[in-house]
């Protein structure tokens, strides 16, 4: 019973090790990252110009809230 639960074990951890692989040039949709073009600066004015504007979710309002800014860090 012990051994069964020993290769049981690495059995486990060897099948969760090999399929856990990521890989740092490809995001969730297969496409490089590297391969976009999209405009960081552009994409960040259109988002505040949004976030400038209240608007409604239903019956609710909700305020204008202020700028983002853009963090190369993250």
Known sequence: MKKLFI????FLF????ISCTKSDSLTETGIPIG???IDGNKLLDL???VRSTGTYCGDTYYP??????????L
Not at 14 to 17: Q, V
């Open 35 to 37: 391969a976009n073009n």
């Open 47 to 49: 988002v505040n110009q």
């Open 64 to 73: 204008s809230v202020g700028e983002l800014s853009w963090s190369i860090v």
């Open 7 to 10: 290769v049981g074990s690495i």
């Open 14 to 17: 060897l099948n969760i090790s």
